[in-house]
C-alpha cells in the first residue's frame, strides 16, 4: 500500500533498524521504545488490522509469532520473559493501520495492562 508507513519500511522506502528480514516477515526497533527492549514484528503483505485477517494469513500470522521468539532469543530476553501485544483499532490503540506485533522485555510488565 503506497501510503502505509509499515509498508515503506517493508520495501526501504524509510529506514528502520531492522533486526530481521525474509519474504514474509520484517523485524525492527520501536523508533518510541516502551521497554529496554521493544521491537516490531509486522507482515510484508499489508493487513490493515486484526480484523482484516482471512483463513490463509494462519501461517503468516505463526511465521510473525516464531519471528518474535526468535528475534526475543537474539536480544537476550527469552529467559527473563517478554510480552507480546497486537492492538486492534482505536479501542486497542493502534496508531500505525498495518498489523504488527510488540514484543517489550527486559523489565517487569504489569497487569492489567494500561
Ligand atoms: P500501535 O500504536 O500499536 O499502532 O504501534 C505503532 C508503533 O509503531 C508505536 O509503538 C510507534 O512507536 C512505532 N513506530 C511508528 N513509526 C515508526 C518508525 N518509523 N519506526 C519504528 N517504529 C515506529
Redesign the pocket.
Known sequence: MSDC??CK?NNGD?S??ILYQDDDVTV???????APV?F?VIPKKHITTLNDLESDDEALIGKMMIAAKNAAADLGIAESGFRT???CNSD??????HI?L?VLGGRQMNWPPG
Open positions: 508507513l509499515f519500511i524509510i528502520a533498524d525492527f526497533k520501536d523508533v518510541s521504545p516502551q521493544h516490531l501485544t497486537m492492538n486497542g490503540g493502534q496508531s500505525v493501520y504488527h510488540h
